[in-house]
């Protein structure tokens, strides 16, 4: 069964860096569009950070850029967001998502446009 679960959120400082994990099972993660979105209390999902498996497609969102790093650990199946330099305006929750390019038009970073979501992990900036 495809599946991804989130983990490592929590509350932080600002100013202080966190690091999500996210593990799928049921598919192979390198095979697949692969993206971090958040929605923050009262907003919309947005897109962080997501990275195409083959067709060098990359996304930033401007408020993450120079702070957050997307990575993938082929041996253990799961991805990462590293979050750096954290804003009280950075709380969310954060999902984790993954896109079959087979099934697709391409890759994207939209909220429609991924196949697969984890349940999300909170994390919380605040002194």
């Known amino acids: 069964q495809v599946q991804l679960v989130e983990s490592g959120g929590g509350l932080v400082q600002p100013g202080g860096s966190l690091r999500l994990s996210c593990a799928a099972s049921?598919?192979?993660?390198?095979?697949?569009?692969i993206g971090w979105f958040r929605q923050a209390p009262g907003k919309v999902r947005e897109g962080v950070l997501c990275?195409?498996?083959?067709?060098?497609?990359?996304y930033y969102a401007d408020s993450v850029k120079g702070r957050f790093t997307i990575s993938n650990d082929n041996a253990k199946n799961t991805m990462y967001l590293q979050m750096n330099s954290l804003k009280p305006e950075d709380t969310a929750v954060y999902y984790c998502?993954?896109?079959?390019?087979?099934?697709?038009?391409?890759?994207?970073?939209?909220?429609?446009?991924?196949?697969?979501w984890g349940e999300g992990t909170l994390v919380t900036v605040s002194s």
């Open positions: 049921g598919f192979t993660l390198d095979d697949y569009d």
């Open positions: 990275i195409g498996s083959s067709d060098g497609f990359t």
């Open positions: 998502a993954a896109a079959n390019p087979l099934i697709g038009g391409g890759s994207s970073c939209a909220y429609d446009g991924m196949d697969y």
